[in-house]
C-alpha cells in the first residue's frame, strides 16, 4: 500500500507544478472584450487583472457620463468572465474536468 501512496503523491505533486506552470502561462495571456460598438474596449489577462481600458473620445459626454460608466461596466466584467472562462478551460485540461474547489 506504501508504493501506492508514494506513486499517487507524485502524480499530485506533478499536477501542482503542471497547475502552477499553467496559472504563469495564463498570466501573459489576455482576453479582450468590447461595449458600445468597440467605443469601450477592455482587456484581462489569465489572473483576471485589467491591462487595458481604451475609450474613444466620441463616447465622452459630460451630459451622460451614466453611459459611459455604463459601457465600461459591461466590458470590463465581460473581459473578467472572458479571463475566468479561460482560465477555467485551461485547467480543467490538468485536472480531467474535476472541479477542485479553491483551485481557480
Do not use: Y
Not at 85 to 95: P, S, W, Y
Request: overall charge negative; proline content about 3%; charged content about 25%.
Amino acid at each position: 500500500m506504501g508504493g501506492n501512496m508514494a506513486k499517487m503523491m507524485k502524480q499530485v505533486q506533478k499536477m501542482q507544478a503542471d497547475m502552477a506552470k499553467m496559472q504563469e502561462e495564463l498570466g501573459n495571456r489576455t482576453v479582450e472584450s468590447t461595449a458600445g460598438g468597440g467605443v469601450v474596449r477592455v482587456v484581462a489577462n489569465g489572473r483576471q487583472e485589467i491591462v487595458a481600458v481604451e475609450i474613444k473620445p466620441e463616447v465622452v459626454d459630460p451630459e451622460d457620463v451614466e453611459m459611459l460608466q455604463d459601457l465600461v461596466l459591461t466590458a470590463v466584467n465581460e473581459a473578467l468572465k472572458q479571463a475566468q472562462d479561460m482560465m477555467a478551460k485551461e485547467m480543467g485540461k490538468l485536472t480531467g474536468g474535476l472541479n477542485i474547489p479553491g483551485l481557480f
